[in-house]
């Protein structure tokens, strides 16, 4: 029973079912809300999933030939966690936070947020403005805990899969990249109903600081097309599957996106032997 519940648990087939079938948006189950941001109107903000709030300026549109959301410097993304709470406490204390993401240059910025950017969820004194930050090697981490140089690290111009685990209740934060552990922060401020916990809503790239600020500010713009929040703490191979399942989607995207003259050809080349 525990290996067909890791098979079951590893399996994201649904997410692409929920795309081709253009189901609810997020797709929300009793355990997972998948935020497919590649259905937009291009050059548009309608079609947005629900329950996300842009703030700044974005945009749907096609990068490359791929469908995703564009955000310019100095925006972020708020996102509903549809899940109460767990692991003995009073908020979301055990989760799993998924981003497909693109970036044209790497520089140091915030990834997730669970607290600070509007009056409703305001952030405690001492609590860090960022629960996971990118720094300008390409490494994500946590407080001081970014992994070491052999750690698998976002690349500029390059669509990766950004995983973050937390477990409140062991103390311990985990990020992945592409579905390889990154780095892991063990630390008693990783607590329970503390700021790592999620709160009803979560933030993507917020930071207080605004264009002018010195070397604070981000001058790129994001891209992202998928992020996908998960009531628990994700096995290794879940992880791997989902950021598996992410790229297959990017393939599927790219494949669609070349001219019609190509397209039967790849089509027919990946059905023969799958493109990794």
């Known amino acids: 029973k525990l290996l067909e519940s890791q098979l079951v648990e590893s399996d994201f087939s649904w997410m692409r079912a929920t795309r081709r079938a253009a189901a609810l948006n997020p797709r929300t189950t009793r355990t997972s809300s998948f935020y497919d941001l590649s259905r937009g109107v291009v050059g548009s903000q309608d079609g947005k999933p629900r329950w996300m709030d842009g703030r700044g300026k974005w945009l749907f549109v096609r990068h490359g030939g791929i469908a995703c959301l564009k955000g310019w410097p100095n925006t972020f993304l708020v996102l509903r966690v549809p899940f109460r709470k767990n692991g003995g406490g009073t908020h979301l204390n ?10 044209l240059d790497i520089e140091a910025r915030n990834l997730v947020s669970t607290a600070g950017w509007d009056q409703w969820s305001a952030a405690k004194e001492n609590d860090e403005e960022a629960q996971v930050r990118l720094v300008d090697t390409g490494l994500t981490g946590s407080l001081d805990a970014f992994g070491d140089a052999d750690a698998p690290a976002m690349q500029p111009g390059s ?18 990249v592409d579905g390889e552990s990154a780095a892991q922060l063990n630390s008693s401020k990783v607590g329970k109903d503390g700021q790592f916990a999620l709160k009803g809503r979560v933030a993507l790239f917020f930071s207080k600081h605004k264009g002018g600020d010195e070397e604070e500010s981000v001058e790129e713009p994001f891209y992202i097309r998928a992020a996908a929040i998960h009531n628990r703490v994700l096995s290794g191979e879940a992880i791997k599957g989902e950021a598996d399942t992410y790229a297959r989607m990017l393939l599927e995207d790219a494949i669609a996106a070349a001219p019609l003259h190509f397209r039967r050809e790849l089509e027919e080349a990946h059905a023969d032997t799958p493109f990794p």
């Open 159 to 176: 669509w990766h899969t950004v995983t973050i685990t937390v477990d409140t209740v062991v103390g311990c934060l985990r990020t992945f």
């Open 94 to 103: 055990q989760y799993t936070i998924s981003l497909q993401v693109k970036l």
